[in-house]
């Protein structure tokens, strides 16, 4: 774990009045300011309104005011969230200039528990990759290895708390871009139940897919944030209408008794490195008190197959919407249809004309039932593989990602090979289940590797205590 404060500490020093939210803030900026040109985590700093909110919340704090439980946590954005008057790009040109006219509801709870806004961050346009190579404004850095990708889609939102520009960050994950990019950088990454936290005012990829979650540098942190985000939200149709759990409560209560489900039968692709880092950490949650069972998921393997059907499916229709009439950029031309062609050929960048073409081929007429169709039958499969799974475990632990983070360029050439970045974190947003990643040691070239929890449908507790154990352990 890198030594930057963490939000909890933050929050407390803030409320109590030991630190000043301005010189927080102030601490971050100068971060930014002297690591930011060469990591590039952000699409946008905003430093004027992070310094006229601290100031805010220090006069409110002076007056005795309780202003919430993150009080003066700087936070970063993830650039596919809507914040109101301010630009959100989904680092893609269609977007550029664009002004959303609202808040998404994660903005909205950050906010009113006292939160710094410091920035919206990079990603691969639209939330395609594995790298943020795909930004139209340039890749992100891992800034423990310049050379290096932070991994993706979120890799704006790891890096900026890996570079210790913002305490905690919110990314999304479609199929693994916020533990992918945490396990790249070093950090904790959640990806909660499927309809756990609102999407309202996040931009839509795949709708059956999406959740939004947070980074930080600790399990606790991570927890807080969960619990700030959840709960339901009647202007998400998909929100789960149960108030949000409580998480950070539970750490600290031990692995005692719990079933740790080791998967026999593992998708080959992880490097030595990686693999040796999950011995390890099945080894501490025994130590701990945990039991380790064997569990089987035999259609595992066919779940990057399945979602990359489905995702791009979903795309495809939750894309036709930038059409140079409603958001952003238009190409001017002389008929309607022109203008559309000519705004989208311009605007969309490669993987994602890529993903707009395969979702189309996989939805059209004489091709739905052999491919949108039989994915969707195989995404029934892998629930019901973990439905077996989770009779006899509490939660299973599989690597995050197959490699520690790779060089830039390393898998542009080959789309496919990008893809297989994913193959461990796809089968859990295909489930809806929760899911997270937590630094456990380093592997090759001392880069780190990320462990991933995975539990059932709001087993948010279970995946938690789990987490605070192999985090004291690490
Ligand atoms: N890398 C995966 C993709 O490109 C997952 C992206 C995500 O979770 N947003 O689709």
Partial sequence: MTNFSTATSIAHNVAS?????????????QRIGQREEEVHAFNLVTSAEARER???????????????????????????????????????????????????????????????FVGKTNLDEFAMGSSTENSAFGPTRNPL???????GSSGGSAAAVAAGFAAVSLGSDTGGSIRQPAALCGVVGVKPTYGLVSRYGLVAFASSLDQIGPFS??????????????GHDPMDSTSIPKPAPSLVSVLGRGVEGMRIGRVA??????????????????????????TIVDVKLPSLSYALTAYY???????????????????????????MNTMYADTRAAGFGDEVKRRIMLGTYALSAGYYD??????????????????A??????????????????????????????????????????????????????????????????????????????????????
């Fill in 217 to 230: 540098h600790s399990v606790a942190d991570a927890a807080l944030l969960t619990e700030i985000i959840a």
């Fill in 54 to 116: 601290a100031a805010d919340l220090d006069a409110r704090i002076a007056r005795g005011e309780n202003v919430g439980p993150l009080a003066g946590v700087p936070i970063a954005l993830k650039d596919n969230m809507c914040t109101r008057g301010v630009p959100t790009t989904c680092s893609s040109k269609i977007l550029e200039g664009w002004k959303p006219p609202y808040n998404a509801t994660v903005v909205d709870k950050l906010f009113a528990a006292g939160a710094v």
């Fill in 17 to 29: 009045g030991a630190q000043s939210a301005a010189s927080v803030v102030e601490e971050h900026l």
């Fill in 370 to 387: 052999a491919y949108y169709g039989k994915a969707l039958k195989v995404r029934r499969l892998i629930s019901n593989d973990f439905a």
């Fill in 309 to 335: 059907l489905i995702a791009p499916a979903e795309a495809s229709s939750n894309l036709a919407r930038y059409d140079g009439v409603r958001y952003g950029n238009r190409v001017a031309a002389n008929d």
């Fill in 265 to 290: 039968d593992l998708p080959e692709g992880a490097d030595a490195d990686v693999l040796a880092r999950l011995d390890a950490a099945f080894v501490a949650l025994e130590k701990a008190g945990a």
């Fill in 389 to 474: 799974a989770y009779a006899n475990a509490d939660v299973i632990l599989t690597p995050t990602s197959p490699t520690v983070a790779f060089p830039f360029g390393a898998k542009t050439d080959d789309p496919l090979t990008m893809y297989l970045c994913d193959i461990f974190t796809i089968p859990t947003n295909l489930a809806g289940h929760p899911a997270m990643s937590v630094p456990f040691g380093t592997g090759q070239a001392n880069m780190p590797v990320g462990v991933q929890i995975l539990a059932p449908t709001l087993g948010e507790e279970a995946m938690f205590k789990v987490a605070a154990v192999l985090e004291s352990a690490a």
């Fill in 145 to 151: 290895d310049t050379s290096r990708v932070p991994g």
